[in-house]
């Protein structure tokens, strides 16, 4: 079985540039999480999406954000324009379960998008 | 706020020598305490959760136990395979009906022969 999918794995662009994260969950998993690590820091919730909708995006740091889950399957993050404290790494993932109590270990991490803003 | 601090930042362990990592948490209401392993370009791969204190999970030379206020990641005559960073995460109400993983800066281990 596929793991979750992150594309691509490392990018470079300038300041004011744009770039687009994707993201390919395990097959058949209605939930898709975006989270971040900027240096030296410890990685952040981003949002959520249930299927095609955003259940929360409380973690977006400001518009300059877009996500978008189109179909239900496949996400893009989307920065624009870059600015350098963007700089970081992308996690996507994924999980089955939904509830009160969910598993740690339904939740399953993709590798990562490297992102360098210069 | 709910909060995670792990400690040390860094370890560094002889092949076999045990040790403890810690995770600290603040959280209203506990639903859930997850350890993480990261290696180097890779995302965080899944080792436990714990759920109420006292209970206890072990995989291999790995044993993580759940007090009141933290958590204990027990590694038990390491082996330089064990090397990587150890993440502790709690689960965080992020809306009315959804939730996420609020993760600590991580605990970086690494095992020389």
């Known amino acids: 079985e596929a793991g979750v999918t992150q594309f691509p794995s490392h990018s470079v662009i300038e300041k004011g540039q744009t770039v687009t994260l994707r993201c390919d969950p395990i097959s058949g998993h209605d939930n898709l999480y975006w989270y971040r690590r900027v240096m030296g820091k410890e990685i952040k919730f981003l949002l959520h999406f249930v299927k095609e909708s955003k259940q929360d995006e409380s973690g977006m740091p400001n518009n300059r954000f877009l996500a978008e889950r189109t179909g239900g399957t496949y996400s893009t993050l989307k920065v624009q324009p870059a600015e350098l404290e963007d700089s970081g790494v992308y996690f996507c993932?994924?999980?089955?379960?939904?509830?009160?109590?969910?598993?740690?270990?339904?939740?399953?991490f993709g590798e990562g998008s490297w992102l360098t803003v210069v | 706020e709910d909060q995670v601090t792990q400690s040390p930042e860094a370890l560094r362990l002889q092949e076999g020598e045990s040790s403890s990592l810690n995770c600290s948490y603040t959280v209203s209401g506990l639903r859930g305490l997850f350890w993480y392993r990261q290696d180097p370009g890779k995302g965080p791969e899944f080792l436990f959760t714990l759920y109420s204190a006292g209970e206890e999970k072990e995989k291999e030379r790995l044993k993580a136990t759940l007090t009141k206020k933290e958590s204990f990641l027990h590694i038990t005559a390491p082996k330089p395979e064990d090397s990587a960073t150890y993440l502790c995460?709690?689960?965080?109400?992020?809306?009315?009906?959804?939730?996420?993983?609020?993760f600590g800066k991580g605990t970086s281990l690494l095992v020389t022969p």
């Open positions: 995460a709690v689960q965080a109400r992020v809306s009315d009906s959804g939730y996420a993983l609020n």
């Open positions: 993932a994924s999980s089955q379960d939904r509830g009160q109590r969910f598993s740690g270990n339904t939740i399953y």
